[in-house]
């Protein structure tokens, strides 16, 4: 009736016995004809529903709804919900109580990353262990290690054919009774690759090449992209196993782009794709595991003004980077406003490993929070100076990251200088980050 969908719409629930909630469940199933399954921690409603015809919706037309009160179930949330239209199916998992809730587009996300691999399994081996205890594994993406080739990174990503064969497989692989190899593994979802419109990428003419040997140099780079077409490159810029490789033209991009991907540099061979741009203000920032701000568009090289010139180094402490995903516009700055404590205010300890990396606003927590969940050592910070031409001290950090799984260590160390320890370690961590 109308005033019970007034009433749900309120998120009015009223406390139910168990004999009452399934007569009612009962009396919905029977008035709209939907069926009703509970599978895997979820109770699914509809999908399709009676009569459907065709395929089910495209992507796009899910909503995620969060914070429900335990005690609402589908015999109150199904009149609030047709409201907005016809429902093809709803998925209700009890997690959350409280009277408000959240409503966002349901994040359509097929990629699992899977952490703590053993750095000697191979892509096969990798996926074959996937597909014993997950259905519906498309493909697994490994990266090989940067200074040892016939290593990978201790990572990978798992794509799935659909989010609900991701979302299974996460809650199957998360309990940890599952340890390939005899390693307790890391699950996350990963972050979706940040989508570039199409007229966007049309004017792109830089390339980005990936798993380049740590020993090949920018020249060499730059010898092999203009073999197929001498003079058609305008620079390289090489950070650690990767490069963006910049022409002239467009055209000419793309044909290198075919040419050369899959092409082996000095033993090693690549991978090429078109860099990805995402705006004016940000420039060019997507391509691996992490945000990075626009201070920090001279680690990668890039032109910060339409000429081409490049701005003074700003101060690097705006820096945001999240795991797992891709690079993508950064974020508002982190809200620094002081609260008062008034009497009575209940204060509990945590541990800052449990906080989101939205509570940290610089890179040097954030590669703590790094180091802490891929259970490798502490970032260990090594001081260095050297006096520039006018007098002045400058400053610079390596940073030795060890990982405790297999003894090994790298060290990472900017190409800049500082003059103030504080923005020479902040813009370490910020380099590290980028090459982790």
Same mark, same amino acid.
Request: proline share 6%; glycine share 6%.
């Given at each position: ?59 796009? &037309?899910?909503? =995620?709804? @969060?914070? #429900? +009160?335990? $005690?609402?179930?589908?015999? %109150? ?32 996300? &097929?990629?699992? =990353?899977? @952490?703590? #691999? +053993?750095? $000697?399994?191979?892509?096969? %081996? ?311």
């Amino acid at each position: 009736t109308h005033e019970e969908n007034k009433a749900a719409a309120n998120g009015c629930s009223k406390i139910r016995s168990g004999a009452q909630k399934g007569a009612a469940l009962l009396a919905l199933m029977e008035k709209t004809g939907y069926s009703m399954v509970q599978q895997n921690g979820q109770r699914k409603f509809g999908g399709p529903p009676p009569g459907w015809e065709g395929p089910p919706p495209p992507r796009g &037309c899910e909503v =995620f709804v @969060g914070k #429900i +009160p335990r $005690d609402m179930y589908e015999d %109150e949330l199904v009149p609030v919900f047709e409201l907005a239209g016809k429902i093809y199916e709803l998925r209700l998992m009890m997690e959350f109580s409280g009277k408000f809730i959240g409503v966002c587009v349901s994040l359509d996300n &097929c990629r699992l =990353f899977i @952490g703590a #691999i +053993p750095k $000697d399994k191979k892509k096969e %081996e990798i996926l074959n262990e996937m597909k014993k205890v997950t259905e519906g594994v498309v493909d697994v993406i490994v990266y090989p290690n940067a200074t040892d080739k016939t290593k990978n990174r201790g990572f990978a990503f798992v794509e799935y054919e659909s989010h609900r064969a991701a979302a299974m497989a996460r809650r199957r692989l998360i309990p940890g009774t599952f340890q390939p190899w005899g390693h307790s593994i890391q699950v996350d979802w990963a972050d979706p690759e940040k989508v570039v419109d199409e007229e966007t990428m049309q004017r792109v003419k830089v390339l980005y090449v990936r798993n380049l040997m740590i020993s090949t140099t920018e020249d060499k780079i730059k010898a092999e992209f203009n073999k197929f077409k001498p003079g058609v490159v305008e620079r390289v810029k090489k950070l650690r196993d990767y490069a963006f490789v910049h022409f002239f033209h467009r055209e000419d991009a793309v044909a290198a782009m075919s040419v050369m991907n899959g092409k082996c540099i000095d033993g090693a061979s690549i991978e090429v794709t078109l860099a990805k741009p995402v705006n004016k203000e940000s420039s060019w920032k997507q391509q691996f595991n992490g945000q990075i701000s626009p201070s920090s568009e001279n680690l990668l090289g890039f032109p910060n003004r339409e000429d081409g010139t490049q701005k003074s180094l700003v101060k690097p402490a705006s820096l945001s980077v999240r795991l797992n995903g891709q690079h993508s516009p950064g974020p508002p700055e982190v809200e620094r406003s002081t609260y008062s404590i008034f009497p009575g205010t209940k204060l509990t300890p945590i541990s800052m490993y449990s906080l989101k990396l939205s509570h940290f606003s610089s890179a040097v927590m954030h590669l703590d929070y790094f180091c802490h969940k891929n259970s490798w050592a502490p970032p260990e910070y090594y001081l260095y100076s050297t006096t520039s031409q006018d007098g002045k001290i400058l400053l610079v950090y390596k940073v030795l990251i060890s990982s405790i799984a297999d003894d090994s260590q790298s060290y990472f160390m900017p190409e800049k200088l500082c003059t103030t320890v504080e923005d020479a370690k902040e813009l370490a961590a910020q380099f590290t980050l980028l090459h982790l």
